[in-house]
């Protein structure tokens, strides 16, 4: 089967089956068990329709009959649900140093894990492991071929992308590609309440790469990632380069000014703080915890600098809501972990330079799924190619 990208990563419009297909079984997750004439009367689908469409769903055991629900009268109505026994979809995470590997049913639920190092930074050297890698993931997990589905891969960049045709050649089963950011912001979707709206926003980590998922489109950069992200400018010698500073909010942000490397930038140059004792003394040591903990303590150097990454996300969601008009946004990729000291700061940006009428209701949440957010993201992308094909 060949591996298929345009419907993740750009608009694209649905095919009335596909968007029926994606609706309903969406509908039974959520719901866990619901009847044929509920279906019909959330989503405005006859019920004839609903009931053969649900007939091809059984066949492909891809929903089972539970039994009968309660009645208002007359004949108590059957229940369907999805078949999690029979139904699984890989997640895999590749990296610069390793790559991780999630099964799952279709619910989400983890039923086996690993990770493995890989030597080598390359996307060559990537295409020449992951795949036995992978293979053995999967044999190892007891899980009979047939039942797993598809597998979804997080990618760093798209020279990766070999890797995925290697892994469909040698397992038999469908491949489904994508960045960071678009596994994650479809995981959250997914398995986040606060995120289980028709209009998403998804920020993806402090380098501002994002994500918006508008009905049941994806939009995105050109390119097979599809995230509003780039890394061509050149990085300031430290965040408070005076140039940079004037013009760095319309700019696109460089990969390595994230928080940790503006924090390291700082130490390196001999400046006085916390992060100093707290990484003892080891400008390598420095990573999230500790500057989480210097913020704490009312390092001025760390609060300077998430101050400052804050802003300029904020003025990016900004211009994203007033564009997109999201409903949610969900800050993940290692955000999170800011909690507050981050989502503050946006909501100040939001409040001053997103219109009225949006701002009011705009929710900014944090990403909720933890150390597997992308290998999860990267699984619930599968799930949704299946659900899109049934």
Not at 23 to 33: H, N, V
Not at 178 to 189: H, L
């Amino acid at each position: 089967m060949e591996i298929e990208r345009s419907g993740l990563f750009s608009c694209r419009i649905l095919s009335e089956k596909e968007a029926k297909n994606l609706e309903m079984l969406e509908l039974i997750r959520r719901e866990k068990a619901f009847s044929r004439t509920d279906i019909s009367k959330t989503t405005g689908i006859n019920i004839v329709s609903v009931s053969n469409y649900i007939k091809n769903y059984i066949d492909k055991k891809l929903v089972l009959e539970k039994g009968f629900g309660e009645s208002s009268g007359g004949r108590k109505p059957e229940l369907v649900e999805l078949n999690l026994k029979n139904n699984y979809v890989a997640g895999i995470e590749i990296s610069a140093d390793r790559v991780s590997f999630i099964l799952a049913d279709f619910d989400m639920t983890i039923v086996s894990r690993d990770e493995k190092p890989v030597l080598g930074r390359s996307a060559e050297t990537a295409i020449r492991e992951v795949p036995a890698l992978a293979k053995n993931f999967l044999e190892g997990s007891k899980i009979a071929k047939d039942k797993i589905r598809a597998i979804g891969v997080a990618l760093p960049q798209n020279g990766f992308l070999p890797v995925c045709r290697t892994i469909e050649s040698d397992t038999g089963i469908p491949v489904f590609a994508a960045g960071y950011a678009a596994c994650e912001a479809f995981g959250e979707k997914r398995m986040n309440k606060d995120a289980d709206v028709d209009n998403l926003l998804f920020i993806y980590s402090d380098l501002g790469r994002g994500i918006v998922i508008k009905d049941s489109a994806c939009f995105g950069a050109v390119g097979a990632t599809g995230e509003i992200y780039c890394d061509e400018v050149k990085p300031p010698k430290s965040h408070n380069d005076i140039s940079y500073e004037q013009s760095k909010y319309l700019q696109p942000w460089p990969g390595d000014l994230g928080i940790v490397s503006a924090a390291r930038n700082e130490v390196a140059r001999g400046i006085g703080t916390k992060m100093v004792e707290l990484a003892s003394g080891k400008v390598e040591n420095i990573n999230d915890d500790i500057i989480i903990k210097a913020v704490i303590d009312k390092d001025e150097v760390a609060l300077s600098i998430v101050n400052s990454v804050g802003t300029n996300l904020g003025l990016r969601i900004s211009y994203l809501i007033n564009l997109f008009e999201p409903e949610t946004v969900v800050l993940g990729g290692g955000l999170e972990k800011y909690g507050n000291l981050m989502i503050d700061k946006i909501k100040q940006m939001v409040n001053t330079f997103v219109l009225k009428r949006l701002a009011r209701n705009i929710k900014i949440a944090p990403s909720l799924l933890g150390k597997n957010a992308v290998g999860l993201g990267a699984a619930s992308i599968a799930v949704r190619e299946v659900f899109l094909r049934a």
